[in-house]
T-cell receptor, first 116, second 114 residues
């Protein structure tokens, strides 16, 4: 019974490159969330997606960041032209489709992005 | 005022004692409340959810919710060194455009010493 899977676990990019972070939710979950944890800061919501739909992207920076959750395949968080300030841990979470458990979000192991 | 505030740490308790973690929130329409545990370098792990006023117990953990006071707490009984971690309080609104969005507190670092 696999939990949320994220890859890569560690990603190093030079300034100006693109970063692609992948997330496969718990089997049967169709709600996916992305959060960012900057060094010495708390967890911050970025975006909430369901299959082929962005439900809430109020936490996404206006530029360079995008997210998708296609009908088939993992959810992708894409950061274009990375800068040093993007260095952080990026966590994906997923939740169920029904009952009260639709509110409970389970986190993946995270992708630690380092921009050099 | 921060949306979700947790009691400042770090909190240190002896093994076997009760650890008490507190959290207040500012948005009155918040409906769902969660406690996560995060070990250093790891991802948050859901340990408790609570939706109604009162207490909810699960093993050594008890969550308490008081919506009138906008207050939620977590008690850990018989604390063990393995409970040493950062505990995150998270709040979700009832609905609307922010449904699904968890707002986290800054976390309380708990150390249980033998």
């Amino acid at each position: 019974n696999a939990g949320v899977m994220q890859n890569p676990r560690h990603l190093v990019r030079r300034r100006g490159q693109e970063a692609r972070l992948r997330c496969s939710p718990v089997k049967g979950h169709s709600h996916v969330y992305w959060y960012r944890q900057l060094p010495e800061e708390g967890l911050k919501f970025m975006v909430y997606l369901q299959k082929e739909n962005i439900i809430d992207e109020s936490g996404m920076p206006k530029e360079r960041f995008s997210a998708e959750f296609p009908k088939e395949g993992p959810s992708i968080l894409r950061i274009q032209q990375v800068v040093r300030g993007d260095s952080a841990a990026y966590f994906c979470a997923s939740s169920s489709n029904s009952g009260t458990r639709v509110y409970e979000q389970y986190f993946g192991p995270g992708t630690r992005l380092t921009v050099t | 005022q921060k949306e979700v505030e947790q009691n400042s740490g770090p909190l240190s308790v002896p093994e076997g004692a009760i650890a008490s973690l507190n959290c207040t929130y500012s948005d009155r329409v918040s409906q769902s409340f969660f406690w996560y545990r995060q070990y250093s370098g790891k991802s948050p792990e859901l340990i408790m959810s609570i939706y109604s006023n009162g207490d909810k117990e699960d093993g050594r953990f008890t969550a308490q919710l008081n919506k009138a006071s906008q207050y939620v707490s977590l008690l850990i009984r018989d604390s063990q060194p393995s409970d040493s971690a950062t505990y995150l309080c998270a709040v979700m609104p009832a609905g609307g455009t922010s449904y699904g969005k968890l707002t986290f507190g800054q976390g309380t670092i708990l150390t249980v010493h033998p």
